[in-house]
């Protein structure tokens, strides 16, 4: 018997609304299809679970479903029941018992929808709009999809699943026989030999999630927790060698911690269910070493712990590691949040106190079944000497979002204290001090002031350290630096018009520090750059111009290009893949601008521009348009660096400010420079790209 247990019960909880689900130009997409499982049902009572579901990142999903809408009945489960028959009052009532196997397949074939049950056509619909999957889509069984807020499990086993990319006749669904191979062939064929689950096609790896295990040649499922989801066993074509991304699922909200050298981070894992606190470590921020869920659900179904391990924070004190997480739990009927308590003393083994569990006080905070009460950030405070906790909550008598806080002399009885002054509610709160000045960081902006109460004011030139593509960032301090990290949104569908979806990439580590007027610049951490070792353009070579080079010039001092009539362009030939290091000069009134992936096509690419007559700069592309206020002094050179990876492109500027974006339209292209206004040189420019026998 085979169990394989990683703590990660599923969800991907979108923070937008859903996305039309049209896939990326040139994906490969799946309309008609057929959906086979032979099943047995550990009883007759449970609902909404799925044996079979196939389910994109846009949170669109069809699956063989039972009882969710009618106890006892099978029905084809969909998003928001899109393409699902509400009056289900003619479906057949299921008779079977535990030990009887039943094969069950849906499909689809333009506009209609038929379900069989052991090869018998059972009920026939039309809908008016079918939903295009992409080839890609993950595959989930037990749990009806993973956007589900109060999910729901099958309970019982599976001992084939298969799902086809064509709309099977009744002939050949009667045909099928489990763990006997078909023609035509399946995208996608599940069996259970041997004490595992096995993609028989090849083309998919699975996951047991929770209480899932494999034996006798089934899935066994147990109503509860149990589920297994497969994705593409190919790495997603937009991944990156540098970038850290669970091989199923996607990064969101880090919790970093650095101790004795290492940098430890926990994350939030979602679309994979109720979403579980996973944790890596790595010595060099590059390289990491996946380590074992550190919470995962595993309380009663109406508790604090029986839904999602949302975000809070590590902190080391009392003798040993302590967690402050979210418990969030919409069927709680107390409330979806309260403020949960782990311990450890290795940072790989972590007890729960629920006994410690933290509501709001209904004085300082609402304390109402519908409030916000999450996020708990927790430090030791040198000045007042006691611990504090900083967390989101809402305002007691007028409901407003605040950043609130708690304080304690041992971890473990807490005060509430009045908000902090000045400081709007934000998820994701990060506080600390460098020199005389404080910072709270909040998911996408940040205020800062002179005592840690507030109050707490924007920063001269801008609030926002990356927006909008970074969210959710927090850092640690590694006993040198402060070192921040959070996530480049995914969008669903892969393209750049995509809507965002909550969680992606991890983002490179970056290195924050104080600039003039309570600026908080940032630049990539030191030891991201250095596995960019091999060179493969140098402006002092004179490389080749494959592009329109007039008002262009290579001059003993760099390449110049001249503006003053108009604008001036040019493009090199560079990798798909890089990191890129310039340094230009350029007039006061000219603007510059350096195109990642640049086509054939008119405005196509990634574009990064500077203007400094308006203290100015903005990532950008045809889909996109992000400018920013920054301070640009142009009488002095100005320093670029970018990293180009996959879907990621992170930019940085005179090691200040960064501007990062998803880049998925053009996964390929030359680096184009073009200057109007005004004359720009460019003095040095590197491009690099790693060494792949290091990853």
Known sequence: MLTFRTGVPLLSLLVVMLSLGVPAPGQRIINDKTLVAWVTLANLTQRGGSVL????????????????????????????????????????????????????????????????????????????????????????????????????????????????????????????????????????????????????????TAELVGGATVTNGRLLLNGADASLIAMETEPMKDASPIHFRPRLGVFADPIPFSWKGEHHIFYLRGDIGKVPWEHIVSQDLVHWKELPAALVSDGAPNGPDGGNMFTGSAVQGEGQFHIFYTGDNGSNPQGTEFIMHATSTDLIHWTKHPEDMIAPDGVHYKNAPARDFRDPYVFWNTIEKTYWMVFFANDAHTGAGVQGLATSKDLKHWEFQPPLDGAGGQECPDLFQIGDTWYLIGGDHYSIAKDPRGPYTAPQISNVIDRPFVYAAKRTFDGKRNIWTGWLWDRSPRNDNGSPTWGGTQCLPRELYPGPGGQLYCRPAAEVSTVFTQTVLDLARKPAIVTDASHWEYTPTGLAGHGNAGSASCALAVPDNYMLQCKLQMDPGAVFTLTLRQTDQSASGYHLILRPAKQEAEISSPAFHEPRHITLDASHPITIQAFVQGSMIETFINDQYAFSCRAYDFPSGHLGLEVSGGDAKVLALHVKVHDTKQH
């Open 53 to 204: 579901t196939l389910y994109d990142p846009a949170s669109q999903f069809d699956g063989i479903v039972f009882g969710e809408l009618s106890p006892g009945k099978w029905m084809a489960g969909s998003d928001l029941f899109h393409r699902t028959e509400q009056n289900q009052k003619s479906y057949p009532d299921e008779k079977a018992d535990s030990h009887t196997l039943v094969q069950m397949a849906i499909v689809y074939q333009g506009n209609d929808v038929r379900m069989y049950r052991d090869g018998a056509l059972t009920m026939q619909y039309h809908i008016d709009q079918p939903h295009s999957f992409p080839e890609d889509s993950a595959i989930v069984m037990g749990l009806r999809h993973p956007g589900a807020g109060s999910p729901s499990h099958f309970a019982g086993s599976i001992e084939d699943a298969r799902i086809y990319t064509v709309a099977l006749t009744p002939e050949q669904i009667a045909a099928l026989r489990p763990n006997k191979p078909s023609q035509p062939k399946p995208l996608s064929w599940w069996t259970f030999d041997g004490g595992k689950a096995v993609d028989r096609m090849g083309k998919f």
